[in-house]
């Protein structure tokens, strides 16, 4: 079946860059999401990327997306303490009509 | 937009009792969406309704889950029996049909189960 791989851990200085991967087995997968989960909170969409485009900016997120080895990033720029969180990474099959979601990348951010 | 919606936030019950949960969708979206999240997991797939439909059901849901969209708007996830390995945080999301049509979460229902 499909698979969403997360690194498990980050741990960054605050003002650094973050960068949390993905990989994915999906190849019918036509949008690539990034969620933040905060403590007792459900999931939050930060950004997403149509399978078609190689790159997303918004903000302090870039997102990138490497189809043919399927391959996503999350780049977050002058990370804060308050980016402290679970970041997921998931994949939507329109055909299948549902998301496969990663385990998650534990954000840490030190002051 | 009053976001997804999800009653009740906790609930501890003994093994062998019935539980629902209630979740109410952005009132827009037609599709519906329970997933399941234990601690240190990402959330797995239940099941999904295109309106009143049920459209897909993960085999993880046993038969002693079952779900209901009756009206094509909230939804309710009833357990029946509910055994320990049951307990974890239930998450409702809704979606519009097409575009990018990302998820939208409620806060989730956590289960405990003694």
């Known amino acids: 079946g499909e698979d969403v791989e997360q690194s498990l851990f980050l741990s960054v200085r605050e003002g650094d860059s973050s960068v949390i991967n993905c990989t994915y087995t999906d190849s019918s997968s036509t949008y690539l999401y990034w969620y933040k989960q905060e403590p007792g909170a459900g999931l939050q969409l930060l950004t997403y990327i149509f399978s078609n485009m190689d790159m997303k900016q918004d903000q302090r997120l870039t997102v990138l997306l490497n189809k043919k080895d399927k391959h996503l990033s999350l780049r977050i720029a002058d990370t804060q303490t308050g980016d402290s969180a679970i970041y997921f990474c998931a994949d939507m099959n329109t055909n299948a009509g549902k998301s496969t979601f990663g385990d998650g990348t534990t954000l840490t951010v030190k002051p | 937009d009053t976001g997804v919606s999800q009653d009740p936030r906790h609930k501890i019950t003994k093994r062998g009792q019935n539980v629902t949960f209630r979740c109410d969708p952005i009132s827009e979206h037609n599709r519906l969406y329970w997933y399941r999240q234990t601690l240190g997991q990402g959330p797995e797939f239940l099941t999904y309704f295109q309106n009143e439909a049920q459209l897909e059901k993960s085999r993880l849901l046993s038969n002693r889950f079952s779900a209901e969209r009756p009206k094509g708007s909230f939804s309710t996830l009833e357990i029946q029996r509910t055994e320990q390995g049951d307990s974890a945080m239930y998450l409702c999301?809704?979606?519009?049909?097409?575009?990018?049509?990302?998820?939208?979460f409620g806060n989730g229902t956590r289960l405990t189960v003694t």
């Open positions: 999301a809704s979606s519009p049909t097409g575009g990018s049509s990302p998820l939208h």
